[in-house]
């Protein structure tokens, strides 16, 4: 039986080898970049609340933002409950709830802008009250 000279077994095992050190190094770096982009999206805003406790401020479009306010709005529909870490705001017929620093979630939509409104201020009425939760 006749030998392939053009086979040679050492060869495709480094090549194997740095394939497989290549997709680990990869796969690692992937999976280290999601743990640091995890921690500082949680831990960032934690810290500027602590900052910010006794600081408020208003947005151009009449937001008030409470960086410190940990309330929790229940849905009408009771399929969603947000942490509100600050702010509300109505877009549309839909009220906002600021759940982070640079996050805003629609909580709920209403049939008019009027409704929303009055929601936000059920809801802004609470916060002032000291409301733990408030269901819409």
């Known amino acids: 039986m006749e030998e392939n000279k053009d086979f040679d077994m050492e060869s495709i ?3 194997l ?3 497989l050190e ?6 690692l ?8 982009t995890c921690a500082v999206q ?3 805003p934690e810290v500027l609340s602590e900052s910010f406790s006794e600081f408020e401020f208003v947005l151009k479009d009449g937001t008030a933002v409470r960086p410190i306010q940990r309330m929790k709005v229940l849905s009408p529909d009771k399929s969603k409950l947000l942490v509100c870490h600050g702010g509300l705001r109505v877009d549309g017929s ?9 996050c805003w ?5 209403y049939q ?4 929303a409104v009055e929601a936000l201020l059920r809801v802004r009425s609470a916060m002032e009250q000291g409301a733990s939760i408030i269901e819409l």
Request: glycine share 0%.
């Open 29 to 36: 770096s992937e999976q280290i970049e999601s743990c640091i």
């Open 22 to 27: 290549q997709l680990i190094e990869d796969t």
């Open 105 to 109: 979630e629609n909580i709920a939509h």
């Open 94 to 102: 839909s009220l906002m709830i600021q759940t982070r620093i640079s």
């Open 112 to 115: 008019s802008r009027e409704e």
């Open 17 to 19: 080898s740095l394939s």
């Open 42 to 44: 949680d831990i960032i």
């Open 13 to 15: 095992v480094d090549e």
